[in-house]
């Protein structure tokens, strides 16, 4: 680690590395305390006497109550679970069958066709929302979960592909060529041969993408207008404030339940997540 | 028995259906694989882009097809003060965060890449900014900053750096640095986790052996490890570069492009044009205003990519 004196590796290790921890980890304590701190602790001024931000003895449920009883955060929990299962479903099968293509067979136009899915992962969302509200709303499928099912893979799809060309490429070709020779046609040799063993980039992509679809945010600001269809985060932001009335501890107990399904996904799959990251930048 | 084995023997040798036999041409199946991700990229990103074109160079409102119009609405929105604000406010937001969320990232990456107690764990939690949807943490951050219940005021009171409120959202500058802030605490972990990846593919023997001839750790830095890393800095700063520079979510939830509208970006801006006040066409104009600058970074990238596997 660092040589020298002790105090060396306070200063260049522990203090900056505790400061990093406090100020990335910060905003979710304060979600937590908020979501259950009752609203007489909640809205006192911060110079007022005797106030403790940092620390609640009355712990309430009564926000995470609120929320369920008088939100329908529930059905947004069930619609973004929905949207986020399927549209990763389909990206992944998309994904993992062009991947195979672009990495394996050769074909004309191969490389130009590799190029532009790359620059598809590259259009951001803000881009193209405007003219995608016409065409759902022409095509009828404006507030309904399709709207999303169908848009999401345009981000995912790039992203899984390269993500699964780079495995791909690290199967060794003799392996598909043994299946071959003892009969296999190619569809059979991708299915059982080259696919099981980009399992872990499979999982990778699946993860990354089920976390970005839960994440998304605009196309569902802007896809969904009934309050029964909407996706957590549209619905935490649009329905839990009226006009300029911020309902801070419910919003936050919102954030917190809207973050854990995700966040539970990420802490089985944390090394998965991470090649996802790594591998999409990477390509 | 015996029928059973004839058919399964006539099963094996009759010639395989045409459908199948298409499959084992490398071209056919290639075609096939692909077809799926090509409807659908060409329906849902090709398409729409398309029809962005179009849709910019008429006056179509919600509900409303419109007439052609030519460059009535770019003509429009470059003579628009709010316009220039949210080009002005892009770059600034962009070129500042991307330069500190690199120098964060890359000084936390260079900490995670030591050996210490708990680092799977703290690398685990690091990543939880860019993890969480934005837009909820978003919301933490603005109940942070909220001028009469400030956490962060209530901090700055008790150290004595500060004797007054400080209304962070209600000041055009201060909203600013705030969403700046913002910005750069969901884009450190990924920079750090990215950088993290490269560092460890620097080989620590190169490192060892310059410190044997005498180098200082800091000469160690600059002529061992930046240039080594410096392929996967560029990809990790493209990217963001694109991501930034198209945001909408913090603005979004933070400001909402107040207060007076000093703080919109293009999308925000875009946004309240053509879902806000119903003029389609022109939010389509400015969403396409963002183009030019996406398409150079992206041909950045890409050449940049191509040199790299090149060599």
């Not at chain 2, 603005?251 to 879902?275: C, D, E, R």
Request: glycine share 6%; hydrophobic share 55%; aromatic share 16%.
């Amino acid at each position: 680690m660092i040589e020298g004196a002790i105090w060396r590796k306070w200063v260049f290790f522990y203090v900056p590395m505790a400061l990093f921890l406090l100020f990335l980890l910060f905003p979710f304590y304060w979600m937590v305390i908020t979501s259950v701190r009752p609203d007489g602790e909640l809205y006192r001024p911060w110079n007022s006497i005797n106030y403790n931000p940092f620390w609640t003895w009355k712990p309430t449920w009564d926000h995470v109550r609120y929320l369920f009883e008088e939100t329908l955060f529930a059905s947004w929990l069930w619609n973004t679970t929905f949207i986020a299962l399927a549209s990763t479903a389909i990206s992944l099968v998309c994904g993992v069958f062009a991947g195979y293509a672009l990495s394996r067979l050769n074909f004309p136009f191969a490389g130009s066709l590799g190029t532009g899915i790359f620059i598809t992962y590259l259009v951001p969302q803000t881009l193209l929302f405007i003219p995608l509200a016409e065409m759902i709303r022409n095509y009828r499928l404006g507030d309904t979960p399709w709207a999303l099912i169908l848009t999401y893979p345009t981000f995912l799809i790039p992203f899984c592909t390269w993500l699964m060309m780079g495995y791909f490429k690290a199967v060794p070709r003799e392996l598909e060529e043994c299946a071959r020779i003892d009969g296999a046609s190619r569809w059979q040799a991708m299915l059982y041969i080259v696919i099981p063993v980009a399992i872990p980039g499979i999982l990778s992509a699946g993860i990354f993408a089920f976390t970005l679809s839960w994440n998304e945010f605009i196309y569902a600001l802007v896809f969904l207008s009934s309050p029964e269809q909407k996706t957590v985060p549209v619905g935490v932001t649009s329905e839990l404030i009226r006009g300029d009335v911020f309902y801070w501890g419910p919003l936050m107990a919102g954030a917190l339940l809207g973050s854990i399904p995700v966040a539970i996904a990420y802490s089985f799959f944390v090394e998965h997540y991470v090649a996802g990251l790594t591998g999409s930048v990477k390509g | 028995m015996a029928i059973s084995a004839v058919s399964a023997t006539t099963l094996r040798e009759a010639p395989p259906p045409r459908r199948q036999r298409l499959l084992e041409d490398e071209r056919w199946l290639a075609f096939v694989l692909l077809v799926p991700t090509i409807v659908l990229l060409g329906m849902f990103i090709a398409y729409p882009f398309i029809r962005g074109i179009l849709l910019s160079v008429t006056n179509s409102r919600v509900g409303m097809p419109g007439d052609f119009v030519g460059l009535a609405n770019f003509y429009k929105i470059f003579n628009d003060g709010i316009f220039r604000t949210s080009v002005y406010n892009t770059f600034v937001y962009t070129g500042v965060t991307t330069v500190f969320k690199l120098a964060l990232g890359l000084w936390l990456a260079m900490l995670l890449n030591r050996n210490f107690h708990g680092k799977a764990f703290t690398r685990a939690f690091i990543l939880l900014p860019f993890i969480i949807p934005t837009v909820l943490s978003t919301f933490a951050w603005k109940w942070m900053f909220d001028p009469t219940f400030s956490v962060l005021n209530w901090l700055l009171y008790h150290f004595g750096l500060i004797t007054g409120r400080i209304n962070w959202l209600g000041d055009p500058d201060l909203a600013m640095i705030s969403i700046i802030i913002v910005n750069i605490w969901r884009g450190v972990p990924f920079f750090a986790i990215s950088l993290l990846a490269g560092l460890q593919t620097i080989s620590p023997e190169l490192n060892e052996a310059a410190a044997i001839d005498g180098a200082k750790p800091w000469q160690r830095f600059w002529h061992i490890t930046w240039p080594l890393l410096l392929p996967v800095t560029m990809v990790v700063v493209l990217f963001s570069v694109i991501q930034t520079f198209a945001d909408f979510q913090i603005v979004y939830v933070m400001t909402g492009g107040g207060p007076a509208n000093a703080t919109h970006l293009f999308a925000t801006y875009a946004y309240q044009i053509a879902i806000g006040t119903g003029l389609l066409s022109e939010g389509a104009a400015i969403a396409l205003a963002m183009f030019p600058v996406l398409f150079l970074v992206v041909i950045i990238q890409l050449l940049y990519i191509r040199r790299v596997e090149v060599r």
